[in-house]
């Protein structure tokens, strides 16, 4: 949890009980994104969200928010590393895509954390780093997982990757 994040207080004993299947390795909620500069909140999801098996669903759409995540401690264990040192943007999409290939994930449909928005904050300022980024992930999943070559959940990624290298391109007056 970043440090200007927060948690409902009742957010532990919303989740707990997801951990009792013992296949679910990460659990994650609705919360709320808070725009400091308007001091208006919008939810994080309106359709409920997929649960399960879902390595190649979050390679196709990753769309899970960091402050609404809980671990499995096991699984944790069982990784060699946690945080990608080579990312400072997807390091949070890259860690959970890993834990989806071995762990289930389970939803709790309640709005249960807050997401501080604000225009200072590195999601905004280095917006160029996530198609860098994303194109390291991409690599990675080619060479670690062939069968993904040929998978749609991959291409999905690598068209959205595309788009975000062009626009870019395009704010840095590369394309007119």
């Known amino acids: 949890?970043?440090?200007?994040?927060?948690?409902?207080?009742?957010?532990?004993?919303?989740?707990?009980?997801?951990?009792?299947?013992?296949?679910?390795?990460?659990?994650?909620?609705?919360?709320?994104?808070?725009?400091?500069?308007?001091?208006?909140?919008?939810?994080?999801?309106?359709?409920?969200?997929?649960?399960?098996?879902?390595?190649?669903?979050?390679?196709?759409?990753?769309?899970i928010y960091m402050p609404s995540t809980i671990f499995r401690k096991e699984a944790l264990d069982g990784l060699d590393y946690i945080f990608n040192p080579n990312f400072s943007m997807i390091e949070e999409a890259e860690l959970i895509i890993r834990l989806a290939k071995t762990w289930k994930i389970a939803y709790v449909d309640k709005k249960l954390c807050y997401w501080r928005a604000h225009k200072n904050s590195l999601s905004w300022v280095k917006q160029d780093n996530f198609a860098k980024e994303n194109t390291v992930l991409i690599n990675y999943l080619e060479s670690n997982y062939p069968y993904l070559t040929k998978d749609n959940c991959l291409n999905k990624l690598k068209a959205r990757n595309s788009y975000r290298i062009f626009l870019a391109n395009w704010k840095k007056g590369i394309l007119k």
């Open 1 to 63: 949890l970043d440090c200007d994040d927060w948690w409902e207080l009742n957010r532990l004993e919303n989740i707990i009980d997801k951990f009792t299947d013992n296949t679910v390795g990460v659990v994650y909620s609705n919360g709320y994104v808070f725009n400091q500069e308007s001091g208006k909140y919008r939810g994080f999801y309106y359709l409920k969200p997929k649960e399960g098996w879902l390595f190649k669903s979050l390679i196709a759409r990753y769309n």
